[in-house]
């Protein structure tokens, strides 16, 4: 079925995932490329306390330059094409009900509502700005006029270890990058108990994650849901070195019998 046109020819903007992180990237770009350059250009030896630090603020700067420059694609582009090789995992009729848990400013919110003909799909969120620039519902329904489908989108404010919803509301259930967003390994097995309480039976889940995704497997099997993880291992062992652990990121399929 086609989908309607967009309102209005402004594209959507799905934010900046993690902004204080971003920006905390480039600043030490800065201050680590400052260093090198004044010692470059004489202003000083660079070495203090028989530290070089002209050499350790080079290595930084470019290693801090290259993540933030990473997060800020992956913001505006890359996280786009995930989407769809997220949604494909699950299997699709139309007149779901989907819910989108941790919905930011809508990506997979709106992108699960364009695979509907009848179903609506539900973004839950704190709206929390340190996790995702302009976070806010506004722009989220924004985002659904400008991608056409905001007859299908709706949103509601609620924490994911305690969802205001009935027991088997959902279909779907999609989840990006939002679960290790709850600190506490309690609160994400809070997470996981509440996902499968509003699953309907036949109902499947997908969640992509930066870290904590073989919890989040652990807790659904222990529920009763068969789950797959697709993550590569080789790619999560070069992210977690590169990054001393910081993301481990997985893919987690799940169904609930």
């Not at 900046?16 to 030490?28: E, M, S």
């Not at 959902?170 to 309690?186: G, K, M, P, W």
């Amino acid at each position: 079925m086609a989908q309607p046109p967009p309102t209005n020819t402004l594209p959507p903007d799905y934010g900046i995932d993690a902004p204080g992180v971003v920006r905390n990237l480039f600043t030490v770009t800065a201050v680590g490329l400052t260093l090198f350059g004044t010692a470059k250009a004489g202003l000083w030896s660079g070495v203090f306390a028989h530290v070089d630090f002209a050499f350790t603020g080079l290595s930084a700067g470019l290693t801090c330059g290259a993540m933030g420059a990473w997060m800020l694609y992956d913001s505006k582009i890359g996280k786009l094409r995930e989407r769809e090789a997220l949604l494909d995992h699950l299997t699709w009729r139309g007149d779901e009900a989907v819910l989108d848990v941790g919905c930011g400013r809508g990506l997979m919110l709106i992108g699960a509502a364009k695979r509907l003909k009848s179903g609506v799909a539900t973004g839950v969120d704190l709206w929390q700005a340190e996790d995702l620039s302009g976070n806010r519902p506004e722009a989220t329904l924004e985002n659904a006029r400008r991608e056409g489908v905001a007859e299908r989108v709706q949103v509601a404010t609620g924490d994911m270890r305690k969802l205001p919803f009935e027991d088997a509301s959902f279909d779907r259930i999609v989840s990006n990058a939002a679960i290790h967003n709850v600190y506490e390994a309690e609160g994400r097995a809070q997470v996981v108990r509440e996902l499968a309480r509003v699953l309907r039976p036949g109902g499947e889940v997908v969640i992509h994650d930066i870290r904590h995704v073989e919890q989040l497997a652990a807790g659904f099997t222990e529920a009763g849901l068969e789950v797959k993880l697709l993550g590569s291992r080789v790619f999560q062992g070069f992210l977690a070195l590169v990054t001393l652990g910081s993301l481990r990121p997985n893919v987690l399929v799940a169904r609930k019998r």
